[in-house]
């Protein structure tokens, strides 16, 4: 999902991923420069920073992963908001986000049990 996120985040500079600039009338956006380099630089960046701190086991990797699945999910909320189109898609990126943040969330239950066990 990271590297989704940052892939058309940088489309989204680019090219608006092919909509139409009317797609941005309900929102506070001119062009789609600001949200494609949230959604490249915040919203990937922290997914994949997340990823990576949970592959070499990091021991802030838990808290990581949960602020990148609360920001995937804060991204995809308001998208729904200020976007009408995509609803399938906003559906399973949200799904995706709870997961994400679920999995984080009992991964970081399971690191303070440990340090409390072993001290």
Same mark, same amino acid.
């Given at each position: 999902?990271g590297?989704? =996120?940052?892939?058309?985040?940088?489309?989204?500079?680019?090219?608006?991923?092919?909509? *139409?600039?009317?797609?941005? +009338?309900?929102?506070?956006?001119?062009?789609?420069?600001? *949200?494609?380099?949230?959604?490249?630089?915040?919203?990937?960046?922290?997914?994949?920073?997340?990823?990576?701190?949970?592959?070499? @086991?990091?021991p802030?990797?838990? &808290?990581?992963?949960? &602020?990148?699945?609360?920001?995937l999910?804060?991204?995809?909320?308001?998208?729904?908001?200020?976007?009408? +189109?995509?609803? =399938?898609?906003?559906i399973a990126?949200?799904?995706?986000?709870?997961?994400?943040?679920?999995?984080?969330? @009992?991964?970081?239950?399971?690191?303070?049990?440990?340090?409390?066990?072993?001290?």
């Amino acid at each position: 999902m990271g590297f989704l =996120a940052l892939t058309c985040g940088g489309l989204l500079v680019f090219n608006g991923l092919g909509m *139409p600039q009317s797609t941005l +009338d309900r929102s506070p956006f001119g062009s789609f420069m600001v *949200p494609g380099l949230v959604l490249a630089g915040v919203v990937g960046g922290s997914l994949l920073l997340a990823a990576s701190m949970i592959w070499f @086991r990091y021991p802030l990797a838990p &808290i990581v992963s949960l &602020i990148a699945g609360c920001i995937l999910l804060g991204w995809i909320l308001a998208e729904a908001v200020l976007i009408q +189109d995509g609803r =399938a898609l906003q559906i399973a990126v949200a799904i995706y986000a709870v997961v994400v943040i679920k999995l984080a969330w @009992r991964l970081l239950r399971r690191q303070l049990a440990q340090e409390g066990g072993e001290q």
